[in-house]
């Protein structure tokens, strides 16, 4: 694969000498948490800041996942790059790539993928967090846009797996909110119609126990684009609660 890189960030990556795979496996960052060790190697997340800008710089070695169509294995990242360039030809709202770049050294598989960082975004979990304190406005907003991003997954054909509140970014501007995905590793196609729409909407749910019924049904309203009292609203939200309990009584 040839190395990809962002041409609105070039110029800036240049400027500071990292515009290459070398020089960005030997740059010194700090750690963003603790390297995942497994798949017989390991992955970690660092912190970048260039003039101002955030990014997160993540670096794996021999850590790789194997498919029937990679029976040898490749970098999970690899896999992220793709699903990241598939959401944007398919105009989902998600996190951005900047570089990526995979070499074989002296018999190590090495994987680099840099994407940039939302600082001006903040995630549902922390939103969640702070629910009790945000206004009904607010809140709406909020859920009209996690509705909207679902929505606009499925719509295009694709699962996105962990729709869990961490992976959910939103910004508050003037015209509503607005709201984006990360972590893409499990992405996959839409196959099973309805079963697989309700496999990906439930964690979210079961993820915000502190949303009232009236607010899940504007959210599911928002995703079924119908009145928040219709039936169609009603049918969802009683096969999500079925759902939901199941998982919980496992």
């Known amino acids: 694969m040839t190395d990809f890189l962002a041409s609105a960030e070039q110029a800036l990556l240049e400027r500071h000498?990292?515009?290459?795979?070398?020089?960005?496996?030997?740059?010194?960052?700090?750690a963003v948490d603790e390297p995942n060790t497994g798949?017989?190697?390991?992955?970690?997340v660092y912190r970048l800041e260039l003039e101002g800008k955030g990014y997160y710089l993540k670096r794996q070695r021999d850590?790789?996942?194997?498919?029937?169509?990679?029976?040898?294995?490749?970098?999970t990242f690899a896999h992220e790059f793709r699903n990241i360039r598939r959401y944007q030809k398919l105009?989902?709202?998600?996190?951005?790539?900047?570089?990526?770049?995979?070499?074989t050294i002296n018999g190590e598989r090495r994987a680099i993928l840099i994407t940039r960082a939302l600082d001006e975004?903040?995630?549902?979990?922390?939103?969640?967090?702070?629910?009790?304190?945000?206004?009904?406005?607010q809140r709406q907003g909020i859920l009209r846009a996690c509705g909207t991003l679902a929505?606009?997954?499925?719509?295009?054909?694709?699962?996105?797996?962990?729709?869990?509140?961490k992976h959910i970014f939103l910004r508050e501007r003037s015209d509503g909110w607005l709201a984006q995905l990360i972590d893409l590793e499990k992405t996959r196609p839409l196959l099973l119609g309805a079963r697989d729409r309700l496999k990906d909407l439930e964690p979210l749910l079961r993820r915000a126990p502190n949303w009232?019924?009236?607010?899940?049904?504007?959210?599911?309203?928002?995703y079924l684009d119908q009145a928040a009292d219709s039936s169609l609203v009603d049918?969802?939200?009683?096969?999500?609660?079925r759902r939901r309990r199941e998982k919980e009584a496992r």
């Open 17 to 30: 000498g990292l515009n290459g795979f070398e020089q960005l496996w030997d740059v010194q960052l700090d």
């Open 39 to 44: 798949r017989g190697g390991w992955s970690c």
């Open 63 to 75: 850590y790789l996942t194997r498919t029937l169509r990679r029976p040898f294995g490749e970098p």
């Open 91 to 103: 105009a989902i709202p998600a996190l951005q790539a900047v570089y990526y770049g995979e070499r």
């Open 121 to 137: 975004w903040s995630d549902l979990d922390r939103l969640l967090g702070q629910w009790p304190t945000l206004d009904i406005g």
């Open 151 to 165: 929505r606009t997954v499925h719509a295009a054909g694709q699962v996105h797996g962990c729709f869990y509140p």
């Open 212 to 222: 009232s019924e009236a607010e899940v049904r504007l959210l599911l309203a928002s």
């Open 235 to 241: 049918t969802w939200l009683q096969r999500l609660t």
